[in-house]
């Protein structure tokens, strides 16, 4: 938090503006990109109260099952693991 001479007046005439704080639904950005990461925010001026992170429905543990293959027993889950990201 901001401390200071001025910071404190300045920090309390924010916290009685309740009417500031604004919601927003980040991502995703076409409605065919379903799946990928979307964020909803909420906002007091610039500052983010609070973040709840959607990671989709494709986070399938590609990484876990990378894990213990070879580069050619993987290059199969590299296509599927995001429809949107190219290989």
Request: hydrophobic content about 40%; overall charge negative; aromatic content about 8%.
């Amino acid at each position: 938090m901001a401390a200071g001479t001025d910071w404190a007046q300045i920090i309390e005439s924010q916290r009685e503006r309740a009417d500031e704080i604004i919601v927003i639904n980040l991502g995703p950005q076409h409605p065919s990109t379903h799946g990928v990461m979307r964020l909803l925010l909420e906002l007091d001026g610039e500052t983010v109260m609070s973040c709840r992170p959607g990671i989709g429905f494709l986070h399938t543990g590609i990484e876990k099952n990378a894990e213990f293959r070879t580069w050619t027993q993987g290059s199969t889950f590299w296509t599927r693991m995001n429809y949107v990201a190219g290989i």
